[in-house]
Each structure stands twice: as C-alpha cells, then as structure tokens.
C-alpha cells in the first residue's frame, strides 16, 4: 500500500537534511513525501526546493501562517493516491524501519491508527568532571509513558493501547481515517491531534502502538524547553476540552496543589501542606522517570553508568520544574473553562469538529 509521510515544518533548517535524508532511505519508490513550510524564514525553503529537485518522491507545498492542522489537511489533500498517512514533524529524526514498522499493523489490517515511541536526541553535557547525556534524562522526563506502556501490550504491540498515547510527531493511520474525520481542525496552534485522535476514537478506530518505530526529538537549548512542554501540553488539554476523565487524571494532582495554595491566603497552614503535597507528587514524578530511564538505552560504558548516576540528583529537581509548570498550566486552563470570553467560541469549534462529518474548516 503507497505510502505519504507528512511534514509540516517551520524555520528547521537545522537538521532537516538528516531527517529528509532518513525519510528518503526508508520510503518505497511509490511512496510521497510532502513538506509543507509554514513561512519559514530562515533557509527551510532553499532546502525543500533543492530535496524536491533531486528526488521525485519530494514536494513542497508553501502555506505561510498555516497551523499543523492545516498543514496536515494541504499534504494529505494532494496525496490522493496514498492508503496510508505517515506523520513527523521537522526538528524529528526516524530511527531505522521507523516506517515500515508503522505501516506493517495497517497494511496486515490489524489497526487504523498506529503510534510509536519518542525520546530526545543525545545531548552530551560535562557534569562534575562526568560524560552525561542530558538527552536520555530529559526524555525519560517528557516521554516515559509509551515506554512504560510496553509491558502492558501484546508482543506485537497491538492490544491494550492506550489512545492518550497517541500523538502526531511519529504516528501513521490509514487514509480513510482521516477522510472519516474531515480531516484535523485547522484552528489550533496545539491540541489539533489530541481532537483528531478523539474523532477518529469515536468512529470505531482501532489503535496499535509499535514499539520498533522510534523518533528522536531534537531540543532546543537550555532546560527552560522541557519546562515550557510540561506547561504546554497541560494547558493545551483544557484547550482542547478534553474529555472530563482525562482532565481529571491528568490534572488532579496540580489541582489539589492549586486548591491547597490558594487556601493558604485565608489559613497560613495550608501552605505547609501544600509544601509537602507538591515534594510528594515531585517524589512520585521522579521515580516514574528514574523507572524509565532504567528502561532505555542510555549509550553504553562510562556514559551510561555516569548518566544513570547524574539523574538521580538531577531528576528531582527537573520534576520539581515540570511539576510547577503543570500546575501553573492548571490555574490557566481552570481560568479559561470559567473566565475566557473565547471559551464558548471555542467550545462551539470544538464541538462542531467532533460532532461534524464534512470537510475541515477554519470557520466557526
């Protein structure tokens, strides 16, 4: 079954090369790839025009100002012989068979919709005279779910998959999907794949998760980035309006935290509590990371051993700023459900989205 593998990008000129290159080895000669630059100002476009040129198989659709979702929505239009839709983002980098592991639950019929594992690109880091990659800590912080969640499937990776787990940076789903769901919403600027994996859900999809198909992501400078993603993804769910469940699973924790510090203006005692409730909740982060840590590959020989031996005095404190960003997250999105006069414009987008059986659109 051809293949599309989707694209959107935006000023990447920093390792686009690799990661085209990458997509190049692994797409079959039938297969597209299609970048779509969302304005990029830097040398993004020079480097699509010159990867279309020398390789049939590679387009570039410039749309300045477009969301992910919409970016999507252009590559998968023009892709209209592909059966399967396969998504990276730029700034991404496919491990090798990242696509045929993908495609393989799809084209045996086993799944609709399959996602795969994420962890950060090595950033090597000289700490207290220790060769210690960053990279591995940072990624068991932000991506340890799927990881963990290994050993809940079946050896094949189908099964008992949790479609939280779901996200648009590695993931592949067959075409019919997509036209099932109208496409993404093209409004949001985060939170358009979280609703198309939720329409998808609701039209009977089944979900696999493959293990063998891995992406690594490339981060950004200093540490604020892994603290603004924790802030990020908390927030973008109440965006989103997710479903009650998952707002409250997600959320609980930071909300009591919430509830305990605003107490504390009217009863001073309760900022001790909320002291202790938030090392509590960071203590329970940490292992969580440290469990998957312990789980990955992490390089090998002294690197290894040194980066296993640096997160654990690293690691509460990186869970210490995650947790506080969540949290802050948390105020905001409980601040949007009640006071944002966007909120009902929102909600009426989003309801018309899920509910909706035509085509995408931007409009209310």
Request: contains cysteine; charged residues 20%.
């Amino acid at each position: 079954m051809r293949a599309a593998i989707v694209v959107p990008v935006k000023n990447e000129a920093r390792g686009l090369r690799a990661l085209a290159e990458a997509l190049c080895v692994q797409a079959r000669p039938e297969d597209r790839i299609v970048f779509v630059d969302a304005g990029s100002d830097d040398a993004t476009p020079d480097i699509l025009r010159a990867l279309a040129a020398a390789d049939p198989r590679v387009t570039l659709i410039e749309a300045p100002g477009a969301m992910p979702g919409r970016g999507r929505n252009l590559a998968v239009a023009l892709a209209a012989d592909a059966g399967i839709i396969a998504q990276i983002d730029g700034g991404n980098l496919p491990s090798p068979g990242w696509l045929e592991a993908l495609r393989r639950p799809l084209e045996e019929g086993r799944a609709d919709y399959v996602t795969g594992a994420v962890e950060v690109m090595p950033v090597p880091a000289r700490i207290f005279g220790r060769d210690v990659d960053m990279g591995a800590i940072y990624g068991a912080s932000l991506f340890r779910g799927p990881v963990l969640r290994v050993g809940e499937l079946d050896p094949e990776g189908l099964g008992r998959t949790s479609k939280a787990a779901a996200g648009g940076a590695g993931v592949a789903y067959l075409r019919r999907m997509w036209e099932a769901a109208g496409g993404f919403p093209e409004w949001p600027r985060f939170g358009a794949d979280p609703l198309f994996v939720q329409k998808i859900s609701r039209s009977g999809g089944r979900f696999a998760f493959a293990p063998g198909a891995r992406i690594s992501w490339q981060l950004g400078p200093g540490l604020w980035r892994i603290v603004e993603r924790h802030f990020r993804h908390q927030f973008s769910r109440f965006r989103a309006f997710a479903p009650w469940p998952v707002l409250v699973r997600r959320s609980l924790p930071a909300s009591v935290l919430a509830a305990l510090t605003c107490a504390g203006l009217l009863q001073p005692w309760f900022f001790a509590v909320a002291g202790l409730a938030f090392l509590a909740e960071a203590a329970r982060q940490s292992r969580k990371t440290l469990r998957a840590l312990a789980a990955r590959p992490v390089g090998a020989g002294d690197q290894a051993r040194d980066t296993r031996l640096a997160a654990r005095f690293l690691v509460p404190g990186i869970e210490a700023l995650a947790f506080a960003a969540r949290v802050a997250a948390t105020g905001r999105g409980l601040a949007y459900l009640a006071l944002s006069p966007q909120k009902r414009r929102q909600a009426r987008r989003v309801a018309a989205y899920l509910e909706g059986s035509g085509p995408c659109s931007t409009a209310d």
